[in-house]
Structures are given as structure tokens and as C-alpha cells.
């Protein structure tokens, strides 16, 4: 039984090996090329209340009147802290996407145990943006 040259098999294994390594180098520019354009949108990036009203209850649900600084935004959610040091999330359910110098409002589902919260956070679908936890008004 014949097998194959071991200048052919030094052929092929480096062939397989490049193959291997353009299709991982394809893979990785493209996964860095859109992170860094998801990550550029949000530089310099802010949001904040309107005002020293926010965020508050509205019956069970968490409202809070936000403006966009400089970066539009979206998927806002509601970070909740809990007296216990529990930590919810709960979406806007108001779907609120601002433009660049906007300003909108923004609303939980139903909160859990509304009596025990210490403080809020708000956040966007820019990780970096975000108003830090803040106790309810």
C-alpha cells in the first residue's frame, strides 16, 4: 500500500492551514469592523432627566421624562436596586427611541414590590450611556 509523498502532505497541510487562517482573519475584521461602529455612534454620548422629578412611580410602573445628548438612543430600560440588594431590569414599554437633543418619556412594565425600592437606574442601548442609580422622587 502507497501512501502520499511527505512533500505533498507538507503541501497540503500548509494549504489546509491558510485556508483555515484567511477565513478566521474574514470573520474577525468584520466582528472588530461592526463593534467599532456600534461602539463610535455612542461616543460622547448622554442622557438625562428633564428634571428633579424623575424617575418616579406612576401607580405601579416607573415613568421618567429623559433627554438625549449628542448620540440618539433606545431600548431604554429600568435598572431597579431593591432594599435586599436585589437588582431587576425592566424594559421601556413605550418603545421610546430619541433623536440627538430629544426628549421623551419613558415607562416600566409592572414593578414588583414597589415599596422596597432604593434606587433606579436608566439605561440605553448604548452601554456607556446611562444615568446612574438614582432614588425615586
Do not use: H
Not at 507538507?10 to 456600534?38: D, E, G, K, R
Not at 428634571?51 to 431597579?80: C, Q
Request: net charge neutral.
Amino acid at each position: 500500500m502507497k501512501g502520499i509523498s511527505p512533500i505533498v502532505a507538507s503541501v497540503l497541510l500548509i494549504a489546509i492551514t491558510m485556508a483555515v487562517a484567511a477565513i478566521l482573519a474574514n470573520w474577525v475584521t468584520s466582528y472588530t469592523q461592526t463593534t467599532i461602529q456600534n461602539t463610535q455612534t455612542c461616543i460622547g454620548g448622554s442622557v438625562s432627566y428633564v428634571s428633579a422629578d424623575y424617575p418616579k412611580l406612576d401607580g405601579s410602573n416607573l415613568i421618567a421624562a429623559v433627554e438625549a445628548r449628542y448620540v440618539p438612543l433606545s431600548d431604554f430600560k429600568f435598572i431597579v436596586l431593591y432594599d435586599d440588594d436585589s437588582v431587576k431590569t425592566y424594559d421601556d414599554t413605550l418603545d421610546t427611541t430619541l433623536a440627538s437633543g430629544a426628549v421623551g418619556t419613558i415607562k416600566s412594565g409592572t414593578v414588583s414590590s414597589t415599596s422596597s425600592i432604593k434606587k433606579v437606574r436608566v439605561s440605553s442601548n448604548c452601554s456607556n450611556v446611562y444615568i446612574d442609580f438614582t432614588a425615586l422622587r
